[in-house]
């Protein structure tokens, strides 16, 4: 039962989000959408950050599950920026509460830190890399990815992120 009410909440945050700027959402918001009390959001969650926080998580975690082990850097690629468009509006929430706490990167750092070490395996798998040039190359994307969802969420989810990153990432793989 215990899972299911977390997961009512987290469904509800979305539906939310979907409807008004996360900065607009409240405890007391969630707790209506799901038909419970505010402690018992407590009970789940700190706060919306913490909130926000597990739904990343929980993203990512959903995105590696089930990958294949010999998946293609343009395939894994793919994966990562449809799994960025399908996200938008968590995408979305997490920057803007980054942007109110004063850090621009926060949960999206996390997120790009840990799809760039993934790619950086398959790039090693296709190339040999030492680990000195791995770890640039990861740095290089982590920072390449936050760029590109800033100037994506900053756009206001203007173009096809999927279409975009594609392309930038057809020219980076060129100098790989």
């Known amino acids: 039962m215990e899972n299911l009410t977390r997961r009512e909440i987290e469904r509800c945050f979305l539906a939310l989000i979907r409807e008004k ?23 789940h969650f700190h706060d919306i950050p913490s909130l926000l926080e597990a739904l990343s998580r929980e993203t990512v975690e959903y995105f590696f599950r089930g990958m294949p082990p010999d998946i293609s850097l343009s395939e894994a690629l793919g994966r990562f ?8 509006q968590l995408i ?3 920057f803007s509460l980054s942007r109110r706490n004063g850090d621009r990167k926060g949960f999206i750092g996390s997120i790009c830190g840990s799809v760039a070490c993934w790619l950086v ?9 030492s680990k000195v ?44």
């Open 92 to 94: 979305g929430g997490m």
């Open 133 to 176: 040039q791995a770890d640039v190359v990861t740095e290089i994307l982590k920072c390449e990815f936050i760029g590109q969802i800033v100037q994506w969420v900053d756009s206001g989810f203007s173009y096809d992120m999927k279409e975009y990153g594609l392309k930038i990432c057809r020219e980076i793989k060129t100098f790989i």
């Open 81 to 88: 920026y449809a799994c960025l468009e399908e996200n938008r």
């Open 121 to 129: 395996g398959i790039i090693g798998g296709e190339q040999r890399l």
């Open 21 to 43: 700027d996360v900065e607009k959402v409240t405890v007391s918001d969630i707790a209506a959408r799901c038909g419970i009390n505010r402690n018992t959001f407590y009970y």
